[in-house]
């Protein structure tokens, strides 16, 4: 299952829910699911702190649910200035 809609669902949200929270059109927010286009990152941040779990659990790249904590997102920002 889509990792958005697995998010989306745990909720009990309908996805015209989601895309009013984070101000886009009920009909992107459907694409996004179908990953039929590519979420914009600011879109991304916006869902993942939404969601409360990391934009690497979205696009698939970790199995962890729970969102990093803010202390390594630092310690990653700073290792790459």
């Known amino acids: 299952m889509n990792r958005l809609r697995e998010l989306r669902e745990d909720r009990d949200l309908y996805q015209k829910d989601i895309a009013k929270l984070i101000h886009i059109d009920q009909s992107n927010y459907s694409k996004y699911e179908l990953e039929k286009i590519n979420i914009p990152v600011e879109t991304l941040h916006k869902l993942a702190d ?28 700073v290792q790459l200035n």
Do not use: G
């Open 50 to 77: 939404y969601y409360n779990t990391s934009i690497d659990y979205i696009l698939y790249r970790t199995d962890c649910r729970k969102a990093y904590p803010k202390s390594i997102v630092n310690e990653k920002t």
